[in-house]
Every structure is written in C-alpha cells, then in structure tokens.
C-alpha cells in the first residue's frame, strides 16, 4: 500500500513543493518505508529527492529548496521486506520518451509478462523490480509510438488505452509529463483509490489542481469540488485545460473494502463512501453478534479498542450493547504497522513497543478488545497476553472484519496463506491460536452492507482476502504459488539487503 499526489499551480511562479510535501505528510499512514518528490521546473526540468525513511527524515530543509517548479508527483511507500534500497523508492522516470514520472499504488499480476515485452519485444531498460517501474515503462512505450515531437490529449488517452489492455491488477497512478501537465488514472475496477479537485489560484487567475490517494489531503488544502477518478478514467490536467475520458466502461467499479476497514484515514471518503461512517457501522453490525453470546451468558464488563483504526467500530458497539467504553491500551505513536514487519520475533516486539495496557482499565474485568482485523494473529496474541498479564478476568476479540483467509494480491503485502492464522481454521481454533476465551468475527454480508449503505451504486467489492475472490479474474493457482514462495517469512529472512531482492516483495 502507497500514497501517491500530484500538483499543478496556475502561477508558474510559485512553488510546489511545500504542498506536495504536505500531501505527504497526510498520506505518512500509507507508507512509512519510503518518500519522494519529483517536481517539474523551468523548460521542463525535473528535481528528484527520494529515499527510505518516514517523511520528515527524506525531506531536509536544504533538499527542499532545490525542487523548484510549479508541478510535481509524489508518494510514499509503505515496509515490505528486508532493509529496503533506495532504488526502489519512488516516484519513477524515464527521460524518453518526453520525460515521463509516475507514482503508483497497487500491485500488478502479470508483471512476469510484461517484464518479458518490454526486455524482448520493447526493448526497454528495466533498473529495479519493482511493477511500478514496468507500468511506467508500458506508458512510456505507448507513447513513444506516436512517434511525435510534441504530443497531445489524444495521444495520451491513446497510451493509456493501451496500458489497460497490457497492465493487469491494481493500480491508481499520478503521473507527469515534463513541461506538459498532470495525468490521474484508474485501473479498470478502480480497486485503489483515486481523487482529484480543484481550488483558485492564490494570484486569482485560473485554478490549481491537484491528485491525491485520499479526499482529506485535498481537503486540507483547500481543494474543492474534489472527486473520484472514476473506474478505467484518466484525467489529464495541462497548462492551459482539463480533459477527462472514462477508457473502459464496461468493468463495474469494485474498490477494495480494506481501505474502509484498515488502511485509509476516517476522515476521508472513498469513492462517495465517509470511512468514519462506516466504520461507525461496522460496529453497528458485529455488535448484533456479540449481543447473540451476551444473551447465552456471556459477561462483559467493557469495551476496549485496540488504537487506532478500531476505535469508531468499538466506540458504536459500546454504545449498541450499553456497556462502558474504555481506552485501554496508551499508543506509541512512532512504531509502524506491525504484520506487514518481515519476522515474527519483530512484529511481537514491535506489539509491546507500540502498545501499553493500562492496569486500571482491566484488573478483574471480563473484557471485549475490538480490533479492525485479524492477520496473522501476533498481535492480536501479544494484545491479549497484556490484557491478562494487568489482570483481566475474561478476553474476547472481535474483529470488524471477517476472518482474512487469503493473500492480498492487489496492492497489500500481506503474508502468505500459511501465515494467515484463519486460514483453514475454525473461529474457535482462531480463538484458541491467539490466546482468547472467544473471538468474534463480522459477517462479510455485513462488512459489504457497511460501506454500500453509503454509496448504493457500488454492487460489489474487492474481498479477495475474505473470499478467495479476485475481482481482475486472472489469479491462477500457480500465480498464489509463486507468490507464497516470494511472501512468506521464510523466504523473506533469506533475503541478502539489496535492492534486487527487495523488489521482489515490493507491493505497494
């Protein structure tokens, strides 16, 4: 998962980057591995900085000056495995043809095809492993059919209809032609997300546009009449206009509803759906279930969140079932996100480090702990060791999602099926792994109603993780293989720390 952005001020005077730098900073909980700005200045001239690292530590004051220009992209990334190189650290450039950028988020999953076409057939240079670097160069080779010296809409409408046809999987792409504009796009089941908007130009003349992963990076900068780049739709934003093209209409919009459950901020809306809102909902839902054991007998004394993303979920619950809600656990807020860390031993040290549970909070209680989901199951391990080693009575778990049974294949490095602790088990086994007197999981009919309530003109989403289900089709059995080969832990301790073998678990 990734955070990508892209500016175009209408003053050719002023300077961008300062708010990409900004979108970054909104966008940090989508990455925290890597960051990179490359903005466009006079006669086309590009300025890079990019490298491993959370934002503030990339992006020196003596850095930022040198990106000067009134456009750029930009992206972070999140940890994958190993000691990540800075070769793969975007956003991605390639001087021919036209001078081309491109952040990506998403995962493509025929990436063994195209690195085929385009070192046999195309004859392009590919310098990292990274499909990000591959999606870039397909455009790039699209556009160089034209054959011509300056390029048009039309001929990058007709690029990018021919990515569609040759890119397969998930991608939600910010891109920048030097000296030309801004570019957005979807890929055809807009199964990552997309906004663009737009807002008036502190000189007063003309409007600045901008590309974000998310509406609150938009928001915070005043951008308005923000909206989705739509399934299979570019949007091309030049100097002088904006034109959109919707390429491939006949797909269904099917976003994924990880976004709503873990990854995106609450204070966003994806695709017409307020993640705040249904998160609000989801909490709705599962506590039907909990209220089902309560009424057999069950005894809780209070509600626990498992911060961050859990709380409006827990917060609902409490409130549907009348019991206390309490913030049990106190966050370091400087620790990553734990189950996509390589290693076992260092996501459950990473647990202790990120959380501490407050005694008073749980000494002699029968406690419900809400968490947004269930990966592999260390942390929810470790979480409920704390709650008993500071005297909790009775732990029970509730996830706001269904049991995750699947590799994600489309953008989120999640581990390999053997990894997944519900894989192949039993919720009374999943409570037995993870130490807990009863675990609760959401109905997926559930989890789908939360979000399609907000925006009925979605009828499906990407559940692939809950279901098995890959929404692009194309997911074959030796594809899940070879990936299991590349994600799990074992293979990902095997790694030597370059970037040849980095690239290989680089899902963004």
């Not at 690292?53 to 940890?79: E, S």
């Not at 370091?332 to 860390?341: A, K, L, P, S």
């Not at 059995?477 to 799990?488: A, D, G, I, T, V």
Request: aromatic share 8%.
């Amino acid at each position: 998962m990734c955070g990508v952005s892209a500016l175009l001020l209408a003053d050719p005077a002023q300077a961008a980057v300062s708010e990409l730098l900004e979108s970054l900073g909104l966008l940090q909980h989508r990455g925290q591995d890597a960051a990179g700005i490359v903005t466009c200045g006079h006669k086309g001239r590009l300025f890079q900085c990019k490298g491993n690292g959370m934002v503030r530590d990339v992006f020196t004051p003596q850095r930022l000056m040198a990106l000067g220009g009134n456009m750029g992209v930009a992206h972070v990334r999140y940890p994958t495995a190993g000691t990540p190189a800075d070769s793969e650290a975007q956003p991605f450039y390639v001087n021919s043809p036209y001078g081309i950028v491109m952040a990506h988020n998403g995962n493509l999953t025929n990436d063994s095809e195209l690195r085929h076409f385009l070192d046999y057939d195309a004859h392009r240079h590919i310098n990292t492993d990274s499909d990000s670097e591959l999606l870039l160069n397909i455009f790039a080779n699209n556009l160089q059919k034209t054959g011509k010296f300056r390029i048009n809409e039309q001929d990058i409408f007709s690029a990018a209809q021919g990515l569609y046809g040759e890119c397969r999987g998930a991608y939600a792409v910010a891109a920048m032609l030097a000296g030309f504009g801004i570019i957005g796009f979807r890929d055809p089941h807009g199964i990552r997300p997309l906004v663009f908007g737009r807002r008036k130009s502190s000189s007063g003349k003309g409007y600045d546009y901008m590309f974000a992963s998310e509406s609150v990076v938009l928001n915070a900068l005043d951008f308005t009449d923000i909206e989705d780049v739509q399934a299979g739709e570019v949007v091309i934003v030049s100097k002088t206009a904006v034109t959109r093209r919707r390429l491939v209409e006949e797909q269904r919009i099917t976003p994924c509803i990880f976004e709503y459950v873990y990854f995106a901020r609450p204070d966003s809306t994806i695709d017409g759906i307020p993640v705040y809102n249904a998160r609000l909902d989801m909490g709705v839902k599962l506590a039907r279930k909990v209220r089902q054991a309560m009424a057999a007998g069950m005894d809780i004394d209070v509600v626990i969140p498992v911060p961050d993303t859990s709380r409006a979920a827990a917060l609902q619950l409490s409130h549907e079932l009348a019991l206390p809600y309490r913030e049990g656990f106190n966050k370091n807020r400087y620790v990553g996100r734990t189950f996509i860390m390589p290693g076992q031993d260092m996501r459950r040290k990473n647990v202790r480090r990120k959380l501490n549970a407050m005694p008073t909070e749980f000494h002699g209680r029968s406690v419900l702990l809400v968490d947004d989901s269930i990966v592999r199951g260390t942390t929810s391990q470790e979480i409920i060791q704390m709650a008993r080693d500071v005297g909790a009575r009775n732990v029970y778990f509730a996830s706001a999602a269904p049991a995750i049974r699947y590799p994600n294949v489309y953008g989120i490095d999640m581990p390999s099926i053997a990894e997944l602790v519900a894989a192949g088990r039993s919720d009374d086994d999943v409570a037995a792994a993870i130490g807990a007197d009863h675990v609760f999981f959401q109905d997926l009919d559930d989890l789908v109603d939360s979000c399609r309530s907000f925006n009925p003109r979605i009828a499906a989403f990407d559940t692939s993780v809950f279901d098995g289900t890959y929404v692009t089709g194309d997911v074959t059995p030796e594809y899940l293989h070879k990936l299991e080969m590349r994600r799990s832990d074992a293979a990902k301790q095997k790694q030597p720390a370059d970037s040849e073998a980095i690239g290989l678990h680089n899902y963004k």
